[in-house]
């Protein structure tokens, strides 16, 4: 095996540079999904590196739901486990297929300038005549769909957006790469729904079946709104985990019997809430795996 080439003056650390690697392996297909990695001691020494550095390395792509560690079996490259960082990171769901080395497709069903929806205006803060792009598409892997989405992008934000070619390009990048936006943050809700109408058809299920929905609002880095999108997911293909943490605040006092009042002053995001500035609060990261 061919470790990688580390640049050890590189203000990036070997670690990082590590985790690039290894996800160059998958992509590239090298390392196929449930591809089990060689021993840490093994890959450490074929790398060059110590084992703490690989561990890193290593706990940070199963953070990422990149791999999988399962106790006395070994570290493994997920079954085609697309784990979103859901309240921590801003990706595409074409993204997170590029970077798991899964191949996809996508079906255009709308691509189209068009007077926004009271719902859609509000969210995006448009003035009245102010246009958006709306896209609708499929994500598709496997020849299954997986992903129904609906896109709403301020016209006057991205001139000619309605022409781009979303067969083959993903919306985030064309709006950074095309546009020259800057795409900063981004606010989330969840709810689990029964598959109706369109959502059923597209996804090719069952009307009543479970689906993740998603109401994203993105935000460039001067806090204008640049996308507002409602994704559906189809629910035999993901879960929504998380990794909570206890407050310190919370195991000092109340385990100790105190009692608290009702506090006093603005309340204070919790675990995924959105903070002023952008990102996201608390040390919990709620994630959707495929």
């Known amino acids: 095996m061919e470790g990688p080439q580390l640049d050890r003056t590189s203000p ?38 110590s084992r703490g550095t690989l561990r890193k390395a290593i706990a940070a792509l199963v953070s990422e739901g990149v791999l999988d560690q399962i106790h006395g079996k070994g570290t493994f490259v997920t079954a085609g486990g697309i784990e979103q960082p859901l309240a921590q990171r801003l990706s595409a769901f074409s993204e997170l297929l590029e970077e798991r080395g899964i191949t996809y497709s996508t079906r255009v069903l709308e691509q189209a300038l068009e007077e926004p929806a009271s719902r859609v205006a509000s969210l995006l803060r448009l ?18 769909p997986v992903a129904y989405m609906e896109n709403y992008v301020p016209a006057h934000l991205a001139p000619g957006l309605e022409r781009a070619d979303f067969t083959r390009n993903g919306l985030f990048r064309t709006l950074e790469q095309e546009y020259g936006l800057r795409l900063a ?3 989330r809700t969840f709810e689990a729904l029964g598959a109706e109408g369109d959502v059923a ?37 993901f879960r929504l985990s998380a990794v909570i943490r206890r407050s310190r605040e ?38 959707l795996s495929f």
């Open 250 to 287: 919370g195991r000092g006092r109340e385990g100790a019997g105190a009692l608290r009042g009702p506090r006093v002053g603005p309340p204070v995001p919790g675990p995924g809430d959105a903070v002023p500035g952008g990102g996201w609060s608390g040390p919990g990261a709620a994630k």
């Open 185 to 187: 943050w981004g606010q």
């Open 12 to 49: 990036v650390p070997l670690y990082l540079q590590i985790k690039e690697w290894m996800l160059d392996q998958i992509r590239s297909g090298r390392w196929p999904q449930r591809f089990k990695l060689p021993a840490e001691e093994d890959l450490a020494g074929a790398i060059g590196v």
């Open 201 to 237: 058809r597209y996804l090719d299920l069952p009307p009543g079946a479970p689906v993740f929905y998603i109401q994203q609002v993105v935000y460039l880095d001067d806090g204008r709104p640049v996308e507002f999108s409602d994704v559906w997911l189809r629910g035999d293909r």
């Open 127 to 144: 003035e009245p005549g102010q246009r958006v792009v709306h896209l609708a598409r499929i994500r598709l892997v496997e020849s299954c």
